[in-house]
């Protein structure tokens, strides 16, 4: 089974993937200067590479799936301008090369990592800046460690468990995985890596999108495969989160969404709105869940805003 959209529709998706290539290449060719911040640290097994430029208050930033710390280049100036930024990838992103992976990843073992990653930086209390996969690795990490996270900000975290109790999100959270995730993950267990990302391409911005891409942007994807692979074939990637872990939390958060981002997004997205009630949110007009590559200047802004008052 596959997303079928109306022959305008995928038009504009083509496009919307084509803009978002060119985004990311550039994103990522400006991040050839800042080669030489780049450092890397061992913890928990595994090697995670990192950039860090600026000073003062720490703030971190997690990248999101098929992405890594260049996800983060057109951020560096901005934010590193008056904190001490960190912009790390994730255990199985590039340029880490750390072995094959356990049946059981998940966002609980990159929350365990990034604990471990700020007790080697020495790092005690920390802004969190976390997008997709790396916003939910944040809200774990945030409700097992509340003390050392200054402020949150989450751009759209996938925590999928909550669908079944949303009106709606079961149907949603049965489409995502029988169009894309399960897919994905079979065709990984076939050694099938391309078609992998092509069904997770059909999924997110319409049929075919992924033939239509440069080959600067599939390098990209490919680069971060073992993450996906490392998800996609996982016993348990979404592990569930508490509501009242989430509830409880007591700590500065910002909730940024893209205005048409996909349905069980939205979705999650809402229910955050109503467990977090004094969270402050953020709409990015015309943005889809690819927010930060689309309208990095909106997103950067707001999250710069965010933190100036934090």
Known sequence: MSVKLPTRQ???SLLLLSFLSAGLVA????GERFSALIKNVRVNGVELHYLEKGSGMPVVLIHG???DY???NSQIERIGGHYRVIAYSRRYNYPNNNAEVPPDHSAIVEARDLAALLDALKLQRVHIVGYSYGALTALFFATEHPERVRSLTMAEPPILGWLSEIPGGQTELDKFMQTM?????EAFRRDDPETALRVTCDYFSGKGSYDQVSAEFRQSLMDNIREWKALTTSRDAFPMLSRDAVRNLKLPILLLTGEKTLTPLRMINDALNHLLPNAEQATIPGATHDMWIEDPERCGQATANFLAKH
């Open 65 to 67: 799936g098929l992405g």
């Open 70 to 72: 260049r996800e983060w």
């Open 27 to 30: 994103q990522q060719r400006d």
């Open 10 to 12: 995928l038009m504009g």
């Open 181 to 185: 995730w399960r897919p994905a993950g």
